[in-house]
């Protein structure tokens, strides 16, 4: 019903940038909530950012500052601003979205289990 492809990601080095595009298509709506999560080798995934249809938005701790969440929704097009990238950093990140249709607000959440569609994920490596 709904695809999210990322693109953006790739190889820089310690104190660069990056920024990750996710493209949504398929039957999507103005009530939303999207973000983006990583996943480091052997460890879990961890939400990054997220924000919703009113545009308030969360950082993890580990990135506020440092990385910005924006959509374009003309573009249907999420984005994260990676800068002062760091080696921890490293990780595969992916686009996550959930969309309503009911007229109810929700809230933009960090979590995995807020979330419906997946992208495939694109790979961040920073290396120091």
């Known amino acids: 019903q709904v695809q999210l492809v990322e693109s953006g990601g790739g190889s820089v080095q310690s104190g660069g940038s990056l920024r990750l595009s996710c493209a949504a298509s398929?039957?999507?709506?103005?009530?939303?909530?999207m973000g983006w999560f990583r996943q480091a080798q052997a460890k879990e995934r961890e939400g990054v950012a997220a924000i919703d249809s009113r545009g308030a938005t969360s950082y993890a701790y580990s990135v506020q500052g440092r990385f910005a969440i924006s959509h374009d929704g003309a573009k249907e097009t999420l984005y994260l601003q990676m800068n002062s990238l760091k080696p921890e950093d490293t990780a595969i990140y992916y686009c996550?979205?959930?969309?309503?249709?009911?007229?109810?607000?929700?809230?933009?959440?960090?979590?995995?289990?807020?979330?419906?569609?997946w992208g495939q994920g694109t790979q961040v490596t920073v290396s120091s």
């Open positions: 398929g039957y999507t709506s103005v009530s939303y909530r």
């Open positions: 996550a979205a959930s969309y309503f249709f009911n007229g109810y607000y929700y809230a933009q959440s960090l979590h995995t289990s807020a979330y419906t569609y």
